[in-house]
């Protein structure tokens, strides 16, 4: 089946910090990868995506890489900023085509989620 | 353009009551899904629609019915609660493909606790 891991959080960092959070999965088929990000009391936004190998999806001074090798799509920053704080999830989607066994019908799968907390 | 709206925000109920959680989206969209949070799980399906009309089960569907009777809304019901329904719910939406890689849109989360 389809799945993602996502490092363990929480990830607690000071203000222009480095971040990188890692996202490896495993999918059958041709996955486009995702990270979305929920804000405190919020619902989930799409902060960057690429669709396939080989793509750097970026937003907000993050960005992500699509490596089919290694099956991983990790996210990364240069300078965190306070208002950075939030969870983050990395997911994946298989493209909708008829095959076999039906579609996709474009549903995601997430990983567990990363707490970012990033301090002054 | 209110994108995906869900009512109510909160909700408290005993076990054995009965709920409907409303998802409206405005985008014409044709898909819609249902999910749960739990701390430490992330996001998993309930259930989605793939038209009007339609519904199908997903990864966790045991104790929810959904039904897709408007192309705009898309209702999750309890018909008898458990302590373990207690989540926050996310209602999502998308365009089928289109030859594209489309992106679902989320709602802001329905937090029901079961008491």
């Known amino acids: 089946g389809n799945s993602v891991t996502q490092m363990e959080g929480p990830v607690t960092l000071s203000e222009e910090a480095f971040l990188t959070i890692n996202c490896t999965y495993t999918a059958t088929g041709y996955p486009s990868l995702f990270w979305y990000v929920q804000y405190p009391g919020e619902g989930l936004q799409l902060l960057l995506k690429?669709?396939?190998?080989?793509d750097k999806g970026s937003n907000k001074g993050f960005e992500a890489t699509y490596r089919k090798e290694t099956t991983s799509f990790h996210l990364e920053k240069g300078s965190v900023q306070v208002s950075d704080s939030a969870v983050y999830f990395c997911a994946l989607s298989l493209f909708s085509t008829i095959n076999a066994g039906g579609t996709s019908y474009g549903k995601l799968t997430f990983g567990q989620g990363t707490i970012l907390t990033v301090h002054p | 353009n209110a994108g995906v709206t869900q009512t109510p925000k909160f909700r408290v109920l005993k076990t054995g009551q009965s709920m409907t959680l409303l998802c409206a989206q405005d985008?014409?969209?044709?898909?819609m899904y249902w999910y749960r949070q739990d701390p430490g799980m992330g996001l998993r399906l309930i259930h989605y629609s793939v038209g009007e009309g339609t519904t199908a089960k997903g990864e966790v569907p045991d104790g929810y019915n959904v039904s897709r009777l408007k192309k705009q809304n898309f209702l999750l019901g309890l018909e008898s609660a458990a302590p373990s329904q207690t989540s926050v719910y996310f209602c999502?939406?998308?365009?089928?493909?289109?030859?594209?890689?489309?992106?679902?849109?989320f709602g802001p989360g329905t937090r029901l606790l079961v008491l």
């Open positions: 999502a939406s998308r365009h089928r493909d289109r030859g594209l890689r489309e992106t679902q849109y």
């Open positions: 985008m014409n969209h044709e898909y």
């Open positions: 690429a669709t396939k190998a080989d």
